[in-house]
């Protein structure tokens, strides 16, 4: 099944679902303007802010439910954006809706939970700001019914992400590593720049319902665009997805970004944000359904990913930056998914949405335990964690077994579902992919077991409690929708369906096979990766000291050397040559001009009297001389 | 009602008045209100414009000046002229509130203390000549003013400046005059050529036929504009003027005077020697491609503020440039918005600069660091000064770097792709200028690096306004431009872009 046409909205929830933008934007606005005096209540106003563009949400997503499925893309015309080019215009249709539910409700949950964690800093209601920012800069992006609306949220995440990574901005790397996420981020965003461009000059229009799959198959059919093109484009727009969701080679920003506040970590470096590039793979289907070369890109970009970030994720001593890694990995699951086609986008938004729940409670659950710990990252000198802190531990652990694909939890079925759609494309990208799940049961279970079970190994003041409940419910919810939302997406489809009328439906639908070869060879390698990380960090004794490690271990702990091949390759050249350009600058086009200037005026010696000396007097002969010319045209013209 | 003789004439009489009152406080509270009254009126004037009119220069004036030789005193606007005449009363209140200290030596590192008077004075004469040199629409008036408009700028450099102002007043007026000069030769030639008897704009379009003569009169103009915006590589009088000018003479140098250089190609090279500009295409996209990217560079390098603001602006007015030369409708809309909204956003970049080197003595970046902690208000609207230079969306500067972007797109695939680069480079420069002066550990305690007072607040709050709004509803000031390029471009008679599809759609009907 194609697609559905986008039609006018039919009133109700969806046409006022500009408010789901407006109440965060409202929020920021509020906050950041007036200051001081909101600091006492301005952390409830964030909240507030954000559950109602949730109430909208789920509104919206109710009167959706309730229509047909060929009215369920209803588009929003607001204002006229940039005349002739683009419309501020929302799109409401299942593949938005899924993301602002997942958008609003993960976000709604992480801004309780920050009144909580946030609760000590003086910086607290700018903080809220920013994430309000973010929530409507995230919905603008997902909610945008053409490709220059979307670029506006793209680059407002973008921002917000700046903002919070260098949330403790006197810290200087916070602030480098704000500046690296934005500056990558920008490189991305120069090859989603240039794919609307080349969408525009091809289509005449940069609005969705103008470029649906017909739209591109009938172009390449009648030679106004070529395959190249349309190759062109989707490889562009990859480019874009790269940089927002830390895909290779664009992956290095996310560990540093790693210096935000954890809340900040979970909602956009763990639930949403990165998330954006799958969205963006996925609402391109168009253009991707009719270039398979790029669709092949995609996946190799997302089977690589997967398997560095794993590989990352094995090595990380710091809690965070070892999530960060699993993070990684795991949007490479879905890129990869993003890359099979109708089929393949159903599985890779279910792993998006189940993701965002089990990552967040795991970031969550990092930062209650970072809370107890004095803001120590470093998991050796965790340990026995379990015993203090129940809540944190059994949440976290739930988000655990989702990750590593225990069965009949949320990542058992949304995993499952991308590897063995990648199977029947491919089979060596499907069996590299089996091998990162195997990967994923050993890093994940590492980090459960070198935070939760063995001996303490505490900083001498460490006295660990359990959080406020401000923190635990939030975690608690999360950890429901671990456990329950991957059946409830997969199982008869469930997911598949809903989202048809936005991208389209295969032909025949798959069906669940627990017991495929795939299927239980993932398991049995979980399993290995899991026994495996018990020998080496439950049953073994951890040292505080990282040890020296081998060569690989080296090569993951320096994040397979992407920021030494970054400095090789980009910053150091830079810096020379911005050297060179300063220097060419003054001395070669500056010099030639003095240089003829002195060689004008006789001697460089008469130069220098004119710069430092007569200087009033030229200006006044100017003066004088302009005056004669216009006397003198004046007496003529009267003669 | 003789709007722009009246918009052009109240600054004029205001210099008088600010030179003659007695005490300096009155004089700059004089200069204020003059600003504010011209501002009211252009206010008047826009409401009163009809962009879809069919006459091409509305609120229209020409009264003969030296009859023997067709010189006439004629003004009038197009959309075009009305938002850089907008521009420019909006900025200089802004500016002249700015600067109310600027003069009176009393800042961290100010020259010795000069004249205040002859200061906010010498703003309203710049003020009268940047009106006036957007509203004429005689050829030869265009050029006294451009010329005029030197000398209030030469004396608040070379008097007001910072510590090289001499050299930099000199080279700036070097340069200019030297562009000056070979503009008034083609003047003069276009003239004598068309032998019209008559300098008026509207009746010299299409005249000269000619395609070596046009060829050697674009020329003489677009190197006096392309000194004046300046591209690369007359550019090198910008950074030093820039950064030896007190901080409200740099944000009217580089906001507006410089926009009179590319104005003037779009609106005189273009529509005057059409056949001239397209046979030019190529070498002016070259030239404006390299300053895009070589102002990004060498910015990226610097290591004194107001000459990296400098260098952004070279890169930007390489956008504006390439921008009119792609002569599509969007670019062309994008290169005029281009030349409203950087004067706003390098403004607030300018003048919170200004707010910075008034309290610590220093334009070098290495001095200062951690502002952020002690004064986050200055910080904050130095980000936002910062985003709207490296055209974050949802700021002014994104539509119009779009727009040009994806209109030259149209035309020149390879040059707007080489141009986006751009927009990584300048998250470079600016984003590492905020890293190294505002984030980090603090190094001057809060009595040095105060926050923002009151003054400064109006400054920037009415800045940063306009840049959000224009930022999510450029819609009003596009509607004015559009027309405007329209008749611009139509004038070149080049094919307009159509895209692939459309293309064969309309071929099939």
């Known amino acids: 099944m194609e697609p559905a046409e986008i039609i006018q909205h039919s009133g109700g929830v969806i046409g006022v679902s500009w408010l789901m933008v407006a109440l965060p934007l409202l929020g920021a606005a509020i ?68 993301f602002a539910l997942l958008i609003t409700g993960v976000g709604s949950l992480i801004h309780i939970y920050s009144i909580g964690y946030m609760s000590h800093d003086p910086g607290r209601r700018r903080f809220f700001a920013y994430l309000n920012l973010f929530v409507a800069a995230m919905l603008l992006l997902v909610l945008a019914d053409n490709y220059v609306v979307l670029f506006v949220g793209w680059e407002g995440v973008g ?69 190249g093109t349309i190759t062109a484009v989707g490889l562009l727009l990859l480019l874009g997805a790269c940089g927002k969701s830390a895909q290779l080679p664009l992956q290095s920003w996310l560990l540093d970004a790693m210096e935000g506040p954890t809340p900040v970590s979970a909602l956009i470096h763990a639930a949403t944000m990165v998330t954006a590039g799958v969205y963006l793979v996925v609402r391109s289907g168009a253009f991707f359904e009719a270039a398979p070369t790029a669709q092949l890109v995609v996946t190799i970009v997302g089977v690589a990913t997967l398997l560095a970030g794993a590989i990352i994720g094995c090595a990380k001593d710091d809690i965070k930056k070892g999530l960060a890694g699993s993070t990684m990995s795991q949007i ?56 203090v802190m129940k809540v944190t531990a059994a949440t976290f652990m739930i988000g655990y077994l989702a990750i590593i694909g225990f069965p009949l939890l949320s990542g058992y079925f949304t995993k499952d579902g991308i590897i063995e759609t990648a199977m029947e494309h491919n089979q060596i990208l499907g069996w590299l992919a089996v091998v990162g799940a195997g990967i994923t049961g050993f890093y994940m279970s590492r980090m459960v077991f070198m935070t939760f079970f063995g001996k303490r190994r505490w900083a001498d003041d460490a006295h660990p409690h359990e959080s406020p409940s401000v923190m635990t419910v939030p975690l608690i919810l999360l950890s ?68 020296r490690g081998s060569f690989l271990t080296t090569f993951a702990r320096r ?54 000396g007569y200087v009033r007097s030229y200006a006044l002969s100017i003066l004088f001389g302009a005056a004669v010319v216009v006397g003198a045209l004046l007496y003529v013209g009267n003669m | 009602m003789p709007w722009l003789s009246t918009l052009i004439a109240v600054p004029v009489l205001g210099a008088v008045g600010v030179s003659l009152v007695k005490s300096d406080k009155l004089a700059k509270q004089l200069a204020l209100a003059v600003s504010l009254v011209v501002l009211v009126l252009t206010g008047a004037l826009a409401y009163l414009f009809e962009p879809a009119s069919k006459e091409r220069f509305q609120f229209a004036e020409v009264y003969e000046w030296i009859p023997r030789f067709g010189v006439h005193y004629g003004v009038g606007v197009d959309g075009i002229a009305l938002v850089l005449i907008a521009l420019s009363a909006v900025l200089v209140p802004i500016v002249i509130l700015a600067s109310w200290h600027d003069a009176d030596g009393t800042g961290a590192a100010a020259p010795p203390k000069r004249s205040v008077k002859t200061y906010f004075a010498l703003l309203l004469v710049l003020e009268a000549m940047m009106i006036g040199v957007f509203a004429a629409t005689d050829v030869f008036l265009f050029y006294v003013f451009f010329e005029a408009m030197l000398i209030p700028m030469y004396f608040m450099i070379g008097s007001y400046g910072g510590a090289q102002r001499s050299y930099a007043a000199v080279k700036f007026l070097l340069y200019s005059l030297f562009g000056g000069l070979l503009m008034l030769v083609a003047v003069i030639a276009l003239y004598v050529i068309a032998d019209k008897g008559t300098f008026m704009f509207p009746e010299l379009i299409g005249v000269i036929q000619d395609p070596t003569t046009q060829k050697w009169l674009f020329a003489g103009f677009f190197i006096a504009f392309a000194v004046k915006a300046p591209l690369w590589p ?77 260098y952004t602006s070279i890169s930007h007015f390489g956008f504006i440039a390439l921008g009119v030369f792609a002569m599509t409708k969007d670019a062309g809309a994008g290169a005029t918005l281009y030349m409203v909204n950087h004067g706003f956003s390098t403004g607030a970049l300018f003048l919170v600069a200004g707010f910075l080197i008034y309290r610590r003595g220093s334009s070098q970046i290495a001095d200062y660091g951690g502002v952020q902690k002690v004064a986050p208000l200055l910080a904050g609207t130095f980000l936002i000064a910062g985003l709207s230079g490296l055209s974050l969306p949802g700021l002014s500067t994104f539509v119009s770097e779009f727009m040009v972007l994806i209109g030259t797109f149209e035309r020149y695939p390879v040059a707007a792709i080489i141009a986006t680069s751009g927009v990584v480079l300048a998250a470079v420069y600016i984003l590492w200028m905020y890293q190294r002066t505002m984030t980090g550990p603090s190094k001057e305690p809060a009595h040095v690096m105060p926050d923002l007072n009151w003054r400064e607040i109006w400054v920037m709050g009415p800045l940063i306004a306009v840049i959000i709004a224009m930022g999510f509803f450029p819609k009003p000031v596009l509607d004015v431009i559009n027309p405007a390029v329209d008749k611009t471009i139509s004038s070149v008679h080049i094919e307009p872009f159509t895209p692939a599809v459309a293309e064969k759609k309309g071929a099939g009907q």
């Open chain 1, 31 to 98: 906050l950041l303007l007036f200051g001081r005096r909101t600091d006492r209540w301005g952390h409830l106003l964030g909240v507030a802010m954000s559950l109602g563009a949730f109430a909208v949400a789920v509104a919206a997503f109710v009167q959706l439910l309730g229509l047909p499925e060929a009215q369920r893309r209803q588009g929003v015309r607001l204002y006229e954006f940039i005349p002739g080019l683009a419309d501020m215009g929302l799109l409401i249709d299942p593949l938005s809706i899924s």
């Open chain 1, 159 to 227: 921002l917000a992400s700046y903002l919070l990574i260098g949330f403790w901005q006197f810290k200087p790397t916070a602030a480098a590593a704000a500046k690296k996420a934005f500056i990558v981020n920008r490189v991305g965003d120069f090859g989603l720049l240039i794919a609307i461009f080349t969408i525009w000059t091809t289509f005449g229009s940069v609005a969705f319902n103008e470029l649906t799959g017909g739209a591109v198959d009938g172009a390449i059919s009648s030679g106004d665009a070529s395959q």
């Open chain 1, 332 to 387: 490479g699951y879905m890129m990869l998914g993003a890359g099979l086609g109708p089929v393949g986008y159903a599985f890779a938004i279910a792993h998006l949405i189940a993701h965002g729940f089990f990552k967040a409670n795991m970031f969550l659950g990092a930062g209650s335990v970072m809370h107890a710990m004095n803001d120590e990252v470093d998991m050796r000198k965790y340990g026995g964690l379990f015993s």
């Open chain 1, 480 to 547: 429901i929708g671990s456990v329950f939302l991957g059946a409830f997406l997969i199982l008869d489809n469930r997911l598949m369906r809903f989202l048809a009328p936005a991208v389209g439906l295969p032909e025949h639908l798959p069906g669940f096979h627990p017991f495929s070869v795939p299927g239980l060879t993932t398991l049995a390698l979980v399993a290995v990766g899991v026994v495996y990380a018990w020998f080496r960090y439950g049953a073994a004794e951890v040292p505080r000291l990282a040890p």
């Open chain 1, 559 to 612: 994040d397979l050397y992407g920021d030494a091949l970054n400095e090789a390759l980009f910053m150091r050249p830079g810096q020379w040559l911005a050297r060179f350009a300063v220097f060419f600058d003054n001395r070669g086009i500056d010099g030639l001009v003095n240089g003829l200037a002195a060689g004008i005026g006789g001697t460089s010696g008469r130069l220098r009297r004119i710069q430092t």
């Open chain 2, 234 to 310: 007359f550019h090198t009088w910008l950074p030093d003027a820039a950064a030896q000018a007190p901080a409200g003479a740099a944000v009217l140098l580089v906001g507006v005077l410089d926009k009179v250089g590319t104005y003037g190609m779009l609106r005189f090279c273009l529509e005057l020697f059409p056949d001239a500009s397209k046979f030019f295409t190529p070498l002016v996209i070259v030239l404006a491609v390299v300053g895009i990217v070589y102002g990004a560079i060498v910015a990226i390098g610097q290591t004194d503020m107001k000459r990296l603001i400098a």
